[in-house]
């Protein structure tokens, strides 16, 4: 519930009341600032309230933004302010002391230090004119511009892929207005996609020509879909604490669980069938370890001072010319040319051309990401701030093992350290017999240089790779283990740990990007950290048989998959957490 409280001596002809009603406020009218006053106390101060004047002109979407965005205490546009029960105290005092006018009631907030959210109108038309002259022309401008036409512009994010913007956009943000106008949520939409990508992996596990094309259809739907949900949340401004984690995470299980469902395929087509477990988990190996480079480079320079280089300037000069812009943004594969690639060729041929297909382009996607981060990292001089030093650490999901090594040891060269004890333990792995302690060992030598690289803050100009680096070390590790076992099973209870660890690490960063900290650090000994699930990985194979470290592989999948999944569903439905919608992947 909400209450607008209109301020002032009514407008003949306005429609400000309808428009506040339309946007779901209880009205109450307070012709001096008596009433006012007394209509604020009388609000519950559980509930928003928002103080208009009685004159405003302008848009009713203009109010909308200023009034409604649930991810902000306090918001204003010129002529209306609102505070939600966080801010409802400082309101209070505002009005208090510096009178009804909205405008005043801003400046107040924002001098006694409450953060105000300003949106941005654009030619959205918000004013409080003075004279009927004035008022006249302000009624003019809003004739003029049709604010439904805007909404529906700025529902679609103005950052987006080629394959998105011009083949999906057009008319997705329609099917969000269809969705508004029908009481359908986000997180509705969300689930459907969701729903509709796990159907597509159905079909694609069928390994029948019909069900290849059928799931590519589908999952160009569930991409549809994906795209809409995030304009309804804008169109509606309907942005939750569960619709960030539904949004956050459910891109990753869909095109995991569609890599699953191509290996089914595979493996249940006629002719023999086609064992493709490998490729799937690596495409999925690949695809978090790009993920994992974006985030923490992001993370390392977000805040950075004197963050310039000739590089980001090459970049920055190329964005005005513009065929290169939409060059550059296919180049990285994004969600949607990477899922448009899968559904056509899904549809084409087979699940083994396809990973082969997607392994390839997001291979060279991330050399082209990768190399230009690097060089920009080494190009310029910038400061980084401790903030980025801690969730660079967060992000390295470090257990008990290596921060036991951290405490006594000296700093060294962290990505340097870090990617010699990744490649010592993934190569061991790979190129000993399966069974034997080699690898074993080189998992303890990959503990100790875990502890090593995180020794000391991550503050270097290429710190930013050491997270990536041991997600490609720990899922490498039980890929490879996996592969050399040999025997059914190994590579499927493989794919399920790495996806509920991939989810683990998902769930880190979007509780980083939601600034809500890291995941507790109970949840992060319990399961071991990455250091320590390698170690775990290793010792079984050598201690197992083949059969017996597939079911181990399957237990500890399981394992990991309960635990983390019950914290994260507890934090992202709790009141605490961000109030974010995930504007997706940079990659």
Wanted: aromatic content about 8%; some cysteine.
């Amino acid at each position: 519930m909400s209450t607008a409280i209109v301020t002032g001596q009514p407008v003949p002809g306005s429609s400000l009341e309808g428009d506040l009603r339309e946007l779901g406020f209880d009205v109450r009218l307070a012709p001096d600032a008596a009433d006012a006053r007394a209509a604020l106390a009388a609000v519950p101060g559980d509930q928003r309230v928002a103080v208009v004047d009685a004159g405003f002109v302008g848009h009713v979407h203009a109010l909308r933004l200023g009034l409604t965005d649930p991810r902000f205490a306090a918001s204003a546009v010129p002529g209306a302010v609102t505070a939600q029960p966080t801010a409802r105290q400082a309101l209070n005092r505002a009005v208090t002391e510096n009178g009804i006018a909205p405008d005043a009631v801003a400046k107040s907030l924002e001098a006694a230090g409450t953060a105000v959210h300003r949106p941005v109108l654009g030619e959205l038309v918000a004013a409080v004119p003075h004279d009927p002259q004035a008022r006249n022309e302000a009624r003019q401008r809003v004739a003029a511009v049709d604010d439904e036409a805007i909404r529906l512009r700025t529902a679609v994010k103005a950052r987006d892929g080629f394959f998105t913007t011009y083949c999906v956009s057009p008319y997705s943000r329609y099917i969000a207005r269809w969705c508004a106008r029908r009481g359908l949520t986000p997180n509705q939409v969300t689930t459907a996609s969701l729903l509709t990508a796990l159907i597509a992996a159905g079909c694609a596990a069928t390994g029948t020509r019909p069900g290849f094309v059928a799931a590519g259809l589908l999952l160009l739907f569930s991409f549809v879909l994906d795209c809409t949900d995030g304009q309804l949340a804008r169109y509606s401004l309907q942005y939750s604490t569960l619709g960030a984690w539904l949004d956050a995470t459910f891109d990753r299980a869909k095109e995991y669980a569609y890599y699953a469902g191509l290996a089914l395929g595979a493996a249940n087509a006629s002719g023999g069938g086609d064992d493709v477990w490998a490729l799937a988990l690596g495409a999925m190996v690949l695809q978090t370890c790009r993920h994992v480079v974006d985030f923490s480079f992001n993370e390392a320079n977000h805040d950075a001072s004197a963050n310039t280089s000739p590089t980001a300037a090459l970049s920055d000069k190329l964005d005005s010319v513009g065929w290169t812009v939409w060059v550059r943004r296919m180049i990285v594969l994004p969600i949607g040319e990477r899922w448009a690639l899968i559904a056509i060729f899904t549809a084409l041929t087979t699940p083994r051309i396809t990973f082969y297909v997607l392994l390839v382009g997001c291979a060279l996607a991330a050399c082209y990401t990768t190399a230009g981060r690097v060089l920009r990292s080494l190009t310029r001089k910038a400061r980084r701030t401790d903030r980025a030093a801690e969730a660079l650490a967060e992000l390295a999901d470090s257990g008990p093992l290596a921060q036991a090594v951290a405490r006594v040891g000296k700093g060294a060269a962290a990505p340097v350290v870090a990617a010699l004890g990744g490649a010592a333990v993934v190569a061991v792995s790979a190129f000993t017999g399966f069974g034997t302690g080699w690898p074993v060992l080189a998992a303890a030598v990959y503990c100790v240089t875990s502890g090593l690289a995180v020794a000391r803050p991550l503050k270097g100009s290429l710190d930013w790779l050491v997270p990536p680096i041991f997600r490609a070390s720990e899922y490498l590790t039980i890929l490879v283990l996996a592969a050399r076992a040999d025997v059914n099973g190994a590579l499927p209870a493989a794919f399920g740990l790495v996806a509920a660890v991939a989810y683990h690490h998902y769930d880190t960063v979007y509780r980083i990007r939601g600034d809500a900290g890291a995941p507790p650090h109970w949840l992060v000994r319990a399961i071991g950290g990455h250091e320590g699930r390698t170690l775990v990985v290793t010792a079984v194979a050598a201690l197992l048989t083949p059969a017996h470290f597939t079911v181990a592989l399957t237990a500890l999948a399981v394992l990991v998959a309960l635990v983390v999944l019950a914290e994260s569903i507890r934090f992202w439905v709790s009141a605490g957490a961000p109030a974010v919608h995930d504007e997706g992947e940079p990659a």
